[in-house]
């Protein structure tokens, strides 16, 4: 017995050392970082980097950790279903303690399992949205070298449920981050390092990381089937679109119309090709091919410079088929619908991040009681528009069965004229 007890205390006493040895080797002490300006200029670059204005107004994030806690989120609603077991806990993260909570899908009373709910999601919620927190209350900010290259070190004074922990966020040129060092009270080894680098595109137009990886311990956190989504402004969205008759649209051959009587345009749509009139010049645009275009001044092809008339050309196409097809384009690529209120009503923001001409314009849809657009408030930061409002006036119905509208007022009284509109087959 004696031998058996011996050889136990000796194999502990190596795991001690062993464990010792590895603590030294691997624990690195918590940095000290320069706060001001330029640490906050670099969070500023980080949440530009990862579209924190698309995360800020999303309505619905879901996800689960390690397969484990499942999670879906009414962010706006500061709501999150949280499931793991055979619980669920319908928790409200402003008011916990009227919070709900089922056991086998029977309703019960358990402060306990509200708070065991609000700790797994205040972890399993940050590491899926961490980089996006950096600007929350009781947050510091500060520089750190690392590898010679500006990181973001990130101390959360108060809030979640270890306040105190520190996160030094490793960025790409970009600022986006690829991965974090962390010194936190429930991880003993200090700076041990965790990716961000496994990220997903979500439908609500920001990215959020589906996995990470454990420097030293060899662990992979999955978060699982992650989503984010605006329910909400896709439903408002979809009843404009019904409206304006959209599957009409989408079946349209040609459209034909004039710029307040400077610029005339036959499109064919389906081949995406547009002859584009001004003064005594035709271009035949192709937008998705540039140098196949080709350019007529009076008539006769030139190809004096051939770039820059081209250019001109399609620069007038993105501007002025904005003017008459805009609210059919709700769903491309690169667009955040977000619902917001005007006027006590229900109203449509739509900011393009990607296309066109100039990406990072937003414009408010306002709607009547049929969700047929009347007007739209610009916001166009290059040409300095804030809520500048124009109306969308004389819609009718084209002979491919589609609606398109014939004028534009401004609020100064000017009007913009579409022209003779045609759409057909």
């Known amino acids: ?176 981050p690829t991965s974090y060092k962390m010194w936190t009270s429930i991880i003993p080894i200090g700076g041990l390092e965790a990716s961000w680098n496994d990220w997903k595109k979500t439908k609500a137009g920001f990215q959020l990381p589906t996995k990470h990886k454990m420097s030293l311990l060899g662990m992979e956190l999955d978060m699982g089937d992650v989503k984010a989504s605006n329910p909400k402004a896709d439903a408002l969205a979809n009843k404009i679109l019904k409206t304006i008759k959209h599957e009409a649209y989408k079946n349209t051959r040609y459209i034909d119309w004039s710029f307040g009587g400077r610029r005339a345009y036959k499109w064919d749509k389906k081949e995406h090709i547009i002859e584009v009139n001004w003064g005594n010049t035709r271009v035949i645009l192709h937008p998705n091919n540039l140098e196949k275009s080709t350019v007529f001044i009076d008539n006769i092809e030139t190809t004096e410079d051939i770039e820059k008339v081209v250019k001109r050309a399609e620069s007038s196409f993105n501007n002025d088929s904005f003017w008459l097809v805009a609210p059919h384009k709700l769903f491309e690529d690169g667009i955040i619908r977000t619902v917001v209120q005007v006027e006590g009503r229900d109203a449509l923001k739509v900011k393009y991040t990607t296309g066109g001409s100039t990406p990072g314009d937003s414009y408010i849809w306002v709607l009547n009681d049929e969700f047929l657009p009347i007007k739209y408030l610009m916001n166009v930061p290059s040409m300095k528009m804030n809520q500048v409002p124009a109306t969308w006036d004389d819609w009718f119905t084209t002979a491919s069965g589609t609606l398109l509208p014939k004028n534009h007022t401004f609020s100064g009284g000017r009007k913009l004229s579409m022209g003779d509109v045609k759409a057909y087959n």
């Open 1 to 176: 017995m004696k031998k058996v007890l011996k050889g136990i205390g000796i194999i502990l006493a190596l795991l001690f050392i062993v464990g010792a040895i590895f603590y030294v080797v691997n624990n690195e002490n918590s940095p000290i970082g320069i706060k001001g300006e330029k640490a906050d200029n670099l969070a500023s670059k980080m949440i530009k980097a990862l579209n924190y204005e698309a995360y800020e107004s999303t309505e619905v994030l879901e996800w689960s950790f390690r397969g484990e806690h499942f999670y879906k989120w009414y962010k706006s609603e500061n709501i999150v279903e949280v499931s793991w077991d055979e619980n669920k806990v319908i928790l409200n993260t402003k008011k916990p303690s009227t919070s709900e909570v089922f056991v086998s899908e029977t309703k019960t009373e358990s402060q306990e399992l509200i708070q065991t709910a609000t700790d797994y999601f205040n972890n399993d919620s940050f590491w899926l949205v961490a980089p996006f927190k950096v600007f929350d209350p009781g947050v510091e900010r500060s520089i750190v070298k690392h590898n010679d290259k500006d990181a973001l070190l990130i101390t959360y004074t108060s809030g979640g449920s270890t306040p105190g922990d520190s996160y030094l966020w490793i960025l790409n040129e970009k600022g986006f």
